[in-house]
T-cell receptor
Framework: AQSVTQLDSQVPVFEEAPVELRCNYSSSVSVYLFWYVQYPNQGLQLLLK??????LVKGINGFEAEFNKSQTSFHLRKPSVHISDTAEYFC???????????FGTGTRLTVIP | EAQVTQNPRYLITVTGKKLTVTCSQNMNHEYMSWYRQDPGLGLRQIYYSMNVEVTDKGDVPEGYKVSRKEKRNFPLILESPSPNQTSLYFC???????????FGQGTRLTVV
């Protein structure tokens, strides 16, 4: 089974500063990778996904992520954060033949004015 | 509007009293699943369903039941809730595992 590691449980960052949220997964077999965002008292919504093709994936709200197969990573980045980006971010992985979407433990991003 | 609807949003119950959390999607998705979210543990899958009458266990199925009699509905049943099932529950649906999952708003369950 896959495992997903989000090393940073909390990331505080000042408004308009860049941010990187880290995600590593366990297996190097063919995988599908996702980042979801959860705003307070809401469900999760998709930020972006990698299925195949270009390793740099652009998502909503100015976020992007880069798939690195050799390092089994899928880090999420934004060059300039806004207050409204304050939320919890989850990395998720599934692989061919799996019937499960494996989630990391989440990273709480707090944008400081 | 495409959505996944869970009810209730909040529920406080006592140990051993059977309860059902409903989940309905209006996108004709084949794949539906239930997760629980606990602090420091992320989301863990309880059960999933690939289609009508096809269900299977996820990572933490103990103490839960599900059914999929219709494509749009996927209720989660706790026959005899216990305090360790106090959690935030999410229902999700998608076309498949490599497509976007749509999540409900969540059900916060407290078992006392």
């Amino acid at each position: 089974a896959q495992s997903v590691t989000q090393l940073d449980s909390q990331v505080p960052v000042f408004e308009e500063a860049p941010v990187e949220l880290r995600c590593n997964y366990s297996s190097s077999v063919s995988v599908y990778l996702f980042w979801y965002v959860q705003y307070p008292n809401q469900g999760l919504q998709l930020l972006l996904k990698y299925l195949s093709g270009s390793t740099l994936v652009k998502g909503i709200n100015g976020f992007e992520a880069e798939f690195n197969k050799s390092q089994t990573s899928f880090h999420l980045r934004k060059p300039s954060v806004h207050i409204s980006d304050t939320a919890e971010y989850f990395c998720a992985v599934s692989d061919n033949g799996a019937n499960n979407l494996f989630f990391g433990t989440g990273t709480r991003l707090t944008v400081i004015p | 509007e495409a959505q996944v609807t869970q009810n209730p949003r909040y529920l406080i119950t006592v140990t051993g009293k059977k309860l059902t959390v409903t989940c309905s999607q209006n996108m004709n998705h084949e794949y539906m699943s239930w997760y629980r979210q606990d602090p420091g543990l992320g989301l863990r899958q309880i059960y999933y369903s690939m289609n009508v009458e096809v269900t299977d266990k996820g990572d933490v199925p103990e103490g839960y039941k599900v059914s999929r009699k219709e494509k749009r509905n996927f209720p989660l049943i706790l026959e005899s809730p216990s305090p360790n099932q106090t959690s935030l529950y999410f229902c999700a649906s998608s076309w498949g595992l490599n497509t976007e999952a749509f999540f409900g708003q969540g059900t916060r369950l407290t078992v006392v």
